[in-house]
């Protein structure tokens, strides 16, 4: 077991209508630097399909598209103990402070990609989240298509699509 800091930033800006939570990022997503960074990991191919938009491929692209759909997202772990990519093995979370997005931006809802980050989230807050499927690779019983209709919660909290 490894004690991991949350290093990546979180990404938001005044016109963030929703939060997207994960639990802590992934040995991948440490290494590049950016949310869910694992090849096989359905986030942001869910998301595309989702927003109708272009799968985006650099750190740039994917940032791009949350800020401009009013997407906001971060992790709900400061600092954990963690075996590699686990949720199930996380001891010792240490929550992120939220208060700098919902300071910042009138968010409408905050979702889970997961059960962990929506228990973790509800316990450290108090508050009320809605939790969509993992995207993980480790959770590839749920198709792509359900995974992707669950994904559909989050349209009516979001402004209309800006022009691309």
């Known amino acids: 077991m490894e004690t991991i800091v949350h290093t990546i930033a979180p990404v938001f800006d005044a016109h963030s209508r929703i939060l997207i939570l994960g639990t802590m990022p992934s040995p991948k997503s440490r290494e590049q630097g950016f949310f869910y960074g694992h090849p096989h990991n359905r986030f942001w191919r869910v998301l595309a399909a989702v927003l109708e938009e272009p799968l985006p491929q650099s750190v740039e692209e994917k940032r791009a598209m949350l800020l401009r759909r009013g997407i906001a997202l971060w992790d709900v772990l400061q600092r954990c103990d963690i075996d590699g ?13 939220f208060s700098c997005i919902f300071r910042a931006a009138d968010i409408r809802a905050v979702f889970t990609t997961g059960q962990t980050a929506a228990r973790l989230y509800r316990r450290f807050t108090g508050a009320d989240c809605i939790c969509l499927p993992s995207p993980s690779p480790a959770n590839c019983r749920v198709p792509f298509d359900e995974l992707t209709a669950a994904y559909r919660a989050i349209l009516p909290y979001l402004p209309p699509a800006k022009a691309l």
């Open 85 to 97: 990519a686990s949720d199930a093995s996380i001891r010792h979370g240490v929550p992120n402070d």
